[in-house]
């Protein structure tokens, strides 16, 4: 009788370490290659659009500090089985000075996303998903705040505004909540608590490399800090 207890207490104690976690996967993401030239956005055909800002202002397709760290690359875990709650917390997309803020950004299924308009002119609201029901509505200036969700999980798509062909966020849908994406210094952190402990493929996706280069790599998450970091790496092409 002992025994057995004994046994079902290893068990027990077996089943607990394996699925329960308490930790955090983090990392840097890096950059080698030649270094794309900074363009700058010409926005003087909407008068508002120029005034609201002082400088100029600049693409935002691929931003790095002066260590090569890339800003706004998108991290997650991959084929995640995840029976929790969709977060309540709306996730919100800012059109402010005729720029899309984030630039990037992560989603759950389910989420709801607040679009606000911070402008005193027209935008319109382009969504470019694929597996995703596409939405294309009008903001005039009188209209601040729209509300959409997306009820499928889909790689980072883009969303246009049809005004002002210089503006363009990324977003990516997640059926689970363990994804990030990189501040200006290409750090990244994803609080995995709850999930298995395991071994689990981790991706990272920037706009210019696009999901057809994205990186992969395989983690095993427990409890505690797991660290991965990522370079992507931009060939010379050959001179003949």
Request: proline letters at 4%; charged letters at 25%; glycine letters at 6%.
């Amino acid at each position: 009788m002992r025994f057995s207890n004994f046994m079902s207490s290893i068990i027990l104690i077996s089943l607990m370490l394996s699925y329960s976690n308490a930790g955090t996967l983090k990392g840097n993401v890096n950059y080698q290659g030649k270094t794309p030239k900074k363009k700058s956005l010409k926005m003087d055909a909407d008068p508002v659009c120029g005034s609201s800002h002082k400088g100029k202002v600049f693409n935002e397709s691929f931003l790095m500090d002066d260590n090569n760290n890339l800003a706004n690359v998108m991290v997650w875990l991959k084929d995640v089985k995840y029976t929790g709650k969709v977060t309540e917390t709306p996730a919100v997309i800012d059109q402010k000075g005729c720029i899309y803020t984030p630039h990037v950004q992560g989603i759950m299924k389910g989420q709801e996303l607040l679009i606000k308009n911070s402008d005193a002119t027209l935008h319109n609201i382009h969504s470019m998903a694929k597996d995703n029901s596409q939405f294309n509505f009008a903001m005039p200036k009188v209209v601040k705040e729209k509300i959409v969700s997306f009820d499928k999980a889909e790689d980072p798509f883009y969303i246009k505004c049809d005004v002002h062909p210089w503006m363009k966020a990324w977003v990516g849908v997640f059926d689970h909540p363990y994804f990030a994406v990189t501040d200006e210094n290409g750090n990244y952190s994803i609080d995995v608590t709850g999930l298995p402990a395991g071994t689990y493929e981790v991706i990272a996706w920037q706009e210019k490399f696009k999901m057809k280069k994205h990186l992969t790599a395989s983690v095993t998450i427990g409890d505690g800090e797991t660290v991965n970091n990522f370079t992507f790496i931009r060939k010379s092409k050959k001179k003949n």
